[in-house]
């Protein structure tokens, strides 16, 4: 069976995989928010919350490239993509800046509201700027730099889903030496750290070429969907690799993305894997992402940075579970519900590229 004939089985892993690699996000702020190392996986040269972000993109590049095959137009695709970031974006960010901030801010709160810089946090919903300060918010914290940091990659993943749709209505996304190209120029420049040091607001070049590489893997495996089987061996020899870095340093991103990407879509995918589908209660690995490093934020402050990176881990991740499981039935399920109606101007839905399946 290869990844296009497992797709026609609705029953999938990758909200399970979403789930956990949001947790290892969690786990790994733990660390850094109550002044610890993170000690990462042994087979990886980077953190786990930076494994989980990899993870995060490799099913993001796969999903938003079928996502844009499956929709109608430019219009369609857009309008998904911006109802699954910016309402629970937006949600976190006026809770954050009116309920959050006025209880734990160390300035009185005329003082609190009267500074420029609390509405300046407001900028971040457009995600091409994104603020992590709130005055007085946090300060006092082992990690006095940002209020949420989680929300960095988010402006990333936009961009690359802007690029997804650019190719998608030159039709170069069907080209498939397009998307080997991609992959090829991002993971070559990635492999020899060539990264340019510019950057344009809060986007860095030097983040924005790793982080894409992991994006193209996923789009290549949707890409070539026919062609690559999900085989018990391959995934064998996956995890052997894996095995085999833990004893030499990590994997680089070269090996990882070549061996970790297959492992991760056969755990996805593969009819032999039966893992619980907690799409039935659901989808709650965005909003975890999201809610989870303010909530940590907060049970160090609370604790007046005393307390574990485990203890912070546990009862953070129930916190943030409560909010997320909230955000995905009262926001983000109902704006989703939207995708079916036409809430964008006409205009949007001419593709004067628009090439015929």
């Known amino acids: 069976m290869n990844i296009s004939e497992a797709l026609k089985n609705k029953r999938n892993n990758f909200d399970l995989i979403r789930l956990i690699a949001a947790v290892m996000v969690i786990y790994s702020h733990s660390y850094a928010l109550c002044g610890k190392t993170d000690p990462g996986p ?38 998904a993509r911006c109802l699954r970031i910016f309402p629970a974006l937006i949600f976190v960010i006026f809770i954050t800046t009116f309920i959050l901030g006025p209880i734990v801010t ?11 810089d609390t ?21 006092d914290n082992v990690y006095q730099y940002a209020v949420n940091g989680s929300l960095w990659s988010l402006v990333y993943e936009f961009i ?53 590489t992991y994006f193209t893997a996923g789009m290549l495996f949707y890409i070539f969907k026919d062609h690559i089987p999900l085989s018990k061996s391959f995934a064998a020899i996956s995890i052997l690799v894996l095995i085999l870095a833990s004893f030499f340093s990590g994997l680089n991103i070269s090996l990882f993305i070549i061996f970790g990407t297959y492992l991760i ?14 799409s039935k209660v659901g989808d709650f690995s965005y909003g975890l992402y999201i809610y989870a490093f303010p909530v940590q934020q907060f049970v160090v402050w609370i604790y007046g940075n005393k307390i574990s990176p485990i203890n912070n881990f546990m009862l953070s991740t129930i916190i943030a579970l409560f909010f997320s499981a909230f955000s995905w039935h009262i ?15 006409t205009l ?6 628009k090439v015929n399946d």
């Open 42 to 79: 042994s087979f990886y040269q980077q953190t786990y919350g930076g494994l989980g972000v990899a993870i995060f993109l490799m099913i993001s590049g796969f999903l938003v490239t079928l996502s844009w095959f499956k929709s109608e137009n430019l219009s369609v695709f857009l309008k």
């Open 106 to 116: 160390s300035l009185p709160l005329p003082q609190y509201f009267s500074n420029p």
């Open 119 to 139: 509405y300046r946090y407001l900028k971040t919903i457009t995600l091409f700027d994104v603020r992590y300060y709130l005055p007085g918010v946090f300060t």
């Open 160 to 212: 690359f889903y802007l690029i997804v749709a650019f190719f998608g209505v030159t039709g170069l996304l069907k080209r498939k030496s397009v998307t080997i190209f991609l992959f090829a120029i991002t993971l070559t420049l990635s492999s020899l750290n060539a990264f340019p040091t510019f950057h344009i607001y809060t986007i860095y070049f030097s983040q924005f070429l790793p982080l894409f």
């Open 265 to 278: 879509f056969f755990i996805a995918l593969s009819p032999d894997i039966k893992l619980p589908q907690i």
């Open 331 to 345: 926001i983000e399920k109902n704006f989703l519900k939207l995708k079916n109606h036409a809430i964008m101007p």
């Open 348 to 353: 949007m839905k001419i593709n004067p590229f």
